[in-house]
Structures are given as C-alpha cells and as structure tokens.
C-alpha cells in the first residue's frame, strides 16, 4: 500500500480499507478476545476466540458466511420448485465502474433481474398464463478465480413462474421450458439496450465507453478521496499490478491461442456474457445449497494458498485456465493490493435501502402444477439433511 501511495498521490487509503485489513490481523487469535462456553450436561468448557466479521477477503468469516446464508436460503427462502442460476459478467471498463460506484452496480443488477423476470412473464402469457409472478436471489460477486477485480453476478431464478387459475384461486407453480442458446442471445441483446438506456436516463456514461476517472483519465475523480485506490482497481480488474506489469501466472502456454468461451445457453457479446446452463430439479436440496455456497463463497480458500521459499505469495486455482495457468505468484505488495480491492465499501444507512420482499412469505404453502397433474409444494422441515446436518 505504501508503493502505491507514494506512487500515485499522497492520500491516505480510506479509512474502510484500513480496518478491513488490521482486523484481520486480529481474527482467530484468543489474546485479542474471546468467550467462554460451558455445557452445564457434560460439564466441559471450550474457547472461541473473536472473529474479524470481514466482509472482504477473510477465509474463516467468509466461510462461516457462505455457510450460514446457503442453508437459510434452502430452509427458509427458496421453495422446493426448479431453481436456474443466471450468470452476467462485464466487459472490463464496466467492472471498474461497478466496483466503486454503488449506483452503477445497482443499476447493472436492476435492469439484469428485470430482463430475465420480463423474458419469463413473456414466455408463461405465451402458455396462456395469466399474471405470472416470478422469484430470484441476487449475488454479487467482486473477484475472479485468480483474485482479480471482477465484479458480476450470479441470480438464482426460479425456473418458471407462479400465477392462478382462476382469479380467487390458490397460486400454482408452473415450470417453464428450458431457454435455447437463441432465447439467450436475444436476452442479452435487449439487456444491454435496457442498459444503455438507463444510463442514459441516469446521466451515466454508456456502459460500453471507458470509464471516467482513471487514474491516467480526464474524467471527474472517483467518489473516493483516496486516488491510490483507482490506481489499485485499475491494476486489479486488468490482473496488473500498481506499475502496469501483469501478474506473473504459473504453467502458462506463451504460444497458446486465445479460445472464446463457449458453451451450452452461453451467450457472448461485446463483452458481455450471459450464462444460463445450470439448473437445480425443486427435490435436490443438497444440490441447491451446493450453489447456494458457490454464489456466497468468499474469494480466497486458504488451503490454496502457498508461502514461497522467496517470499511471494502462491495462489493455486481451482480449475487450470485454457491456456494452462494453473496458479498465480505475487509479491508481498502487489498481494496487499489485491486483498485492498476485493474490499467492498461500507454499506449505506439502513434509511437508504431499497425495498425488498421479506423472506417470510407464503411461497413455500403454494402449490405447484406439473404436467397433467397437481401437486403440493411442502415446506422445509427443521430437520435438514445432507451436508453433515442431521436427519
């Protein structure tokens, strides 16, 4: 942080990053706090030293995190009906705006859900449904597998829509066909024209221009005092460190070709992707909470981390790249700016906050319709099983 202070300007970091990072220091170690449990059965005390509740990089918090939201969302949000996870990622320029500027991101994943709830609502009137209601749970995820700056994220959908028969009568679930790769690609088309033209509306830059205030730009500063942090997520969202040179990668093939991504229900343009090609059945609940954990992981899994003899830092991926890297090597430094801009700011007051459907509706009492027959959703029991949970 020092380098790239003296680098780029003289201003302090702010002060969020600052204590994201010095709390850290102090998660998990007993002489800085801890509490004291007793079992009056058995009579057996344990020690449970104080954690940092970092919501940036922290294994351990984050980890506890991920945990604790997959299985409230199994339990308690998520009814036992078909669940689609839809991926959007960025072109470059727009994951440096997303990541500092809290309207920008708020925007991307407003226009996101309301294309995607506006393509199923299309789709259930075409099956000659009436007023169909849909249902999704938004991620953002700011980091890439190599701990690069990559804000995108990840919605679990319902794979279909809730809508009655009759105008009094009961809600039913009605699962929808899966999407084709053309559905997919005209999904993106109309979501980046909704974009574009939101920004616009907004007084935003377009969302496929570079971005104002670069650290090398002519554009208005960034809504940080500290310009060492543009100079940090600049660096961080094109896998560079803070003088411009790109992180060394081990195992990388310098003649590899570059191969596009591809795949099933992906769709690719200018930038942006939309993917579309995993789906959980309503009766596979260990499947759900498998990705409820992916989408709510946190960035780094200390296992996969390595202290060379030299002293940089070893980050092992978790899937080898198409051109072979299967881990990335950091000094000390540059490590301490990467760690810097997976730091989200601070939240907004609660005042500030949008409004949104309470988790504790009555969607888990609907009943749900499948082809030629009727049947009832039930809600989650208390007694969860799989994934070391009892039953």
């Not at 380098?3 to 600052?18: I, K």
């Not at 072109?91 to 309207?103: G, I």
């Not at 309503?282 to 992981?297: K, Q």
């Not at 082809?371 to 799989?386: F, I, L």
Request: proline share 10%.
């Amino acid at each position: 942080m020092a380098r790239v202070e003296a680098s780029v300007t003289a201003v302090n970091w702010p002060p969020f990053v600052l204590r994201e990072l010095f709390a850290f220091l102090t998660c998990g170690i007993l002489a800085h706090g801890f509490a004291r449990v007793h079992c009056s059965g058995c009579g057996k005390d344990a020690i449970v030293a104080f954690s940092c509740k970092g919501r940036g990089f922290c294994p351990s918090c984050g980890g506890r995190r991920m945990a604790d939201t997959a299985a409230h969302l199994v339990d308690h949000v998520l009814p036992h009906v078909p669940v689609r996870q839809w991926v959007l990622t960025v072109p470059f320029e727009l994951r440096y705006r997303m990541a500092y500027d809290r309207t920008v991101l708020r925007e991307v994943r407003r226009v996101m859900i309301r294309t995607v709830f506006a393509h199923l609502r299309r789709r259930a009137r075409a099956c000659g449904l009436v007023e169909p209601e849909c249902g999704a749970v938004a991620f953002v995820q700011r980091f890439g597998s190599a701990l690069n700056l990559n804000p995108h994220l990840h919605v679990l959908v319902l794979d279909g829509v809730y809508a009655r028969h009759t105008p009094e009568g009961p809600l039913f679930f009605h699962r929808l066909p899966d999407p084709t790769d053309a559905e997919i690609g005209q999904l993106l088309g109309t979501l980046r024209k909704r974009l574009a033209s939101r920004f616009r509306r907004l007084g935003l830059p377009p969302p496929e221009t570079p971005p104002q205030g670069e650290p090398d730009g002519d554009g208005p500063p960034l809504p940080f005092e500290s310009k060492s942090v543009a100079a940090t997520y600049a660096a961080a969202v094109l896998g560079r460190d803070a003088n411009g040179a790109p992180i060394a990668r081990i195992g990388r093939r310098p003649d590899a070709p570059f191969v596009p991504p591809a795949g099933a229900r992906l769709a690719v343009q200018h930038g942006f992707s939309l993917h579309a090609g995993v789906r959980v059945s309503g009766s596979d609940r260990e499947r759900l909470e498998r990705v409820c954990r992916y989408v709510a992981r946190p960035p780094i899994a200390g296992e996969r981390l390595e202290l060379a003899d030299d002293g940089s830092v070893i980050y092992h991926l978790r899937r080898p790249f198409r051109d072979g890297t299967r881990a990335v090597r950091f000094d000390p430094i540059t490590f301490l700016e990467k760690l810097a801009a997976l730091i989200p700011p601070p939240p907004r007051p609660p005042g500030d906050l949008p409004r949104h459907p309470r988790p504790h509706c009555r969607l888990p009492r609907l009943r749900r319709c499948t082809t030629g027959e009727t049947s009832r959703t039930t809600a989650p029991t208390s007694g969860r099983t799989g994934l070391g949970r009892r039953k």
